[in-house]
Each structure stands twice: as structure tokens, then as C-alpha cells.
Nanobody
Framework: QVHLVESGGGSVNAGGSLRLSCAASGYTVSTYTMGWFRQAPGKEREGVASIGSDGSTRYADPVKGRFTISRDNAKNTLYLQLNSLRYDDTAKYYC??????????????????WGQGTQVTVSS
């Protein structure tokens, strides 16, 4: 059974940084595409970043140059480094894992497994 557990969220001032982690069990993070999504209050969930099994990455335009997705195969953990945080980055962030090999994707339907999320709150 696949479990994805996010951590690292918190409250930070605008301009600050956080690193989110997604520890996987029952799933090897290097095998298939994984991604990060976020959902702000009153908004739909949106894709933020994705990493393929070959290490290729894809980012949503609002986070390009500020967020970095990576993984540590030895720790079987996915990361999202959030820099230069802005008020509109406030959201619950979710880790997602695909069940087949796909290109990095920011679409929800590319993913079969989801974590419970971790809250990021940015104050202006």
C-alpha cells in the first residue's frame, strides 16, 4: 500500500523560504513521475512542479525560478524547495505519485496516489 506523507509546511514572511518533504512508503520515488500540487482557499487544486523518472522537471509559470523539485532516492523522499515566497503562494501543498511512467505533468489525472497535504502560509 502506497503512503505519501508531507512535512515541512509552516508560516513564513514574504520573501522567506521553506522546504517541503514527501516521504514515500510502498512506492519508490525514482520509479515514476512525481509532483507537487497546491490548493488555496476557494480555489481549485493546481499543479506546481513535477519530476520524471529521468530527472526531467516541469514547473507552473508562477513558481518558475522560485521553486525547485528534487528527490533523494536513498531516503525515498521527494522535496520542494520554496524560495522568494509570496502571499499568493499560501495554500495546502500536496505530494502526488504516478502509477506509470509519464512525462512530468501538472495535471491531476496523471497521478494515482496522493498525500494528505501540508499547509504553507505566507504573510505579507
Amino acid at each position: 500500500q502506497v503512503h505519501l506523507v508531507e512535512s515541512g509546511g509552516g508560516s513564513v514572511n514574504a520573501g522567506g523560504s521553506l522546504r517541503l518533504s514527501c516521504a514515500a512508503s510502498g512506492y519508490t520515488v525514482s520509479t515514476y513521475t512525481m509532483g507537487w500540487f497546491r490548493q488555496a482557499p476557494g480555489k481549485e487544486r493546481e499543479g506546481v512542479a513535477s519530476i520524471g523518472s529521468d530527472g526531467s522537471t516541469r514547473y507552473a509559470d508562477p513558481v518558475k525560478g522560485r521553486f525547485t523539485i528534487s528527490r533523494d532516492n536513498a531516503k525515498n523522499t521527494l522535496y520542494l524547495q520554496l524560495n522568494s515566497l509570496r502571499y499568493d503562494d499560501t495554500a495546502k501543498y500536496y505530494c502526488a505519485a504516478a502509477a506509470a511512467n509519464t512525462w512530468p505533468s501538472l495535471m491531476e489525472n496523471a497521478y494515482s496516489y496522493w498525500g494528505q497535504g501540508t499547509q504553507v502560509t505566507v504573510s505579507s
